[in-house]
């Protein structure tokens, strides 16, 4: 086999998008650094993000390897040459102690950006972007693009301040963050105290149905044309059930690939990413694979936006 073929599927170590596989972060400076988040003691029901990382690992093997680039055949263009793409392992989540996991992120994160390298989280549950978002603190401001059917901003469910409702909540008190822009939310499980929060704090809320109108399109991406560095977030329950079965809190009604791939797109090329994570991946109640392999597409394609 010659070296510039890629090895068999089902051979060799199962890495993100077959990349190799880096532990230490001062090998990792002006890298793509993938890291999974075996965590998901913040969910309220329908377990199992845990497990995701892993299926997601799996089903983005099929995507790599990235060294030689990849070829998009939409545009014609051979796509993602231009930056180095690792594998930085899992952050060591704790059984039963979440704010001890949500420690964990938040010190991976900030060492990969200590590092230089470019933190890509994959969950997991929601919970962990507040942790990543702390993980930020020390440098420049941003601001937060979250794509999501809810808007995550209790400040405690059931007295515990690490849960999955919580992580835009968390992200909010980070004094770093200058903006956060909410997209895709709906469904009955918003409460009202949580939403006047968001008002109040100046946040951009563009409900699901809103952003059917090109008015709602343009103030979210007037909005990202005013933060120089953005951290994105998304959540695979913004996706339609039909298509992304595999969540722990689905919501009809939600997004189709196609505007989650052009939105991003658009966060890539209107400010500078300082990390992006993708959460609720629940093999436990996927169809198929069919969420895993979603949410492996939807970080190449951003990969792929942001590198030329």
Known sequence: MSSSTPPPLLAGAI?????????????????VAVVGVPHDLGVGSRPGARLGPRA??????????????????????????????????DVA??????????????????????AGALPVLIGGDHSLTGA???????GAPF???????????????????????????????VASVE??????????RTSGD??????????????????????ARAEVLAALDGMERCYVTLDMD????AIAPGVSAPEPDGFDYRTVKELLAQAAARTELVALDVVEVNPLVDVQGATSNLAAVAVLDLLAALIP
């Open 15 to 31: 890495t993100f998008y077959r990349a190799p596989a880096v532990s230490d972060p001062s090998a990792m400076r002006g890298a």
């Open 56 to 89: 997601v690992r799996e089903a983005s093997m099929r995507l790599g390897p990235l060294d030689a680039g990849v070829f998009d055949v939409e545009t014609g263009r051979l796509r993602l040459t231009g930056r180095r793409v690792v594998d930085a392992g």
């Open 93 to 114: 989540a704790l059984r039963s102690q979440p704010e001890a996991s949500l420690d964990a992120v938040e010190a991976a994160v900030a060492a990969l950006a200590e």
């Open 132 to 138: 990543a978002v702390r993980g930020l603190a020390g």
């Open 143 to 173: 601001g937060v693009l979250q794509i999501d059917a809810h808007l995550d901003l209790e400040d405690r469910v059931a007295g515990s301040r690490a849960t999955s409702s919580s992580p835009m909540r968390r992200a909010a008190e």
């Open 179 to 188: 903006r956060i822009v909410q997209v895709g939310i709906r469904g009955p």
């Open 194 to 215: 949580a939403y006047a929060f968001a008002r109040e704090r100046g946040h951009l809320v563009v409900t699901r149905d809103a952003f059917r109108r090109a008015d």
């Open 238 to 241: 913004a996706f339609d059930p």
